[in-house]
């Protein structure tokens, strides 16, 4: 009975050890390429903020940018097929792997969420309700939804060549706060009160339609 016991824990510490193996090595992938979509994008961005930088340029940058996204969401897709959401993440990989869904489409993030919530049901991650609420905004907005938080905005250009950074509509705005509480976020006030967020606009009396006119 004790050799029994002795073969099952040795079995047991072998594919634990094989599975540490295994998700240690998916995460350093996930750190890397999430490490290249974000330089791409900082490139990008950069590019679309000055006016001498020539716009064939910035569209090959773009180009460039949907191939190593959809090659870094094909990845995370596959994982989370095989394994769910990867084991033993450090913060890198952890944000890594988020940050690669949020910018994906709306089909691939309404996907993740479940695995995202069983993540975040437990251990040090628990703290990060927020993480899901921000998925299930940017799913309403991208397919034409008002979102409940009023955790993504939307830029209005106008005719004059400026433009403008806006909270997409809200489903409620009288209970915005009290739903933003809920998830573990900030009253909205105070979240467009922090400094990385004061070019951020929330106007109640905006529409879908509205973005849908002014929007480039």
């Not at 791409?40 to 590019?47: D, E, P, Q, S």
């Not at 959809?70 to 890594?96: C, H, L, T």
């Not at 993540?119 to 409940?148: F, P, T």
Request: charged share 25%; glycine share 4%.
């Amino acid at each position: 009975m004790l050799k029994l016991i002795l073969i099952f824990a040795l079995s047991f510490i072998a594919i634990s050890c094989s599975n540490y193996k295994i998700h240690r090595s998916i995460n350093k992938q996930i750190v890397k390429m999430h490490f290249e979509e974000q330089n791409i994008r900082r490139k990008v961005h950069f590019a679309s903020t000055k006016t001498d930088v020539d716009s064939i340029y910035i569209t090959e940058l773009r180009k460039d940018y949907e191939v190593i996204h959809r090659n870094n969401e094909a990845y995370i897709k596959e994982v989370f097929d095989k394994f769910g959401w990867p084991k033993w993440q450090s913060s890198n990989a952890f944000g890594g792997t988020y940050l690669i869904i949020y910018h994906s489409n709306a089909d691939m993030m309404d996907q993740s969420i479940p695995y995202l919530k069983k993540k975040i049901s437990k251990g040090v991650y628990k703290w990060n309700q927020h993480l899901v609420a921000q998925l299930e905004d940017r799913i309403r907005m991208l397919r034409g939804q008002k979102q409940i938080y009023g955790t993504d905005f939307r830029w209005l250009y106008y005719e004059d060549g400026t433009r403008k950074a806006f909270i997409w509509p809200v489903e409620d705005p009288n209970q915005l706060d009290y739903l933003r509480s809920t998830v573990k976020l900030a009253p909205l006030d105070k979240f467009l009160k922090k400094k990385h967020n004061k070019f951020i606009t929330y106007d109640p009396t905006l529409t879908i339609s509205d973005f849908e006119l002014y929007s480039n």
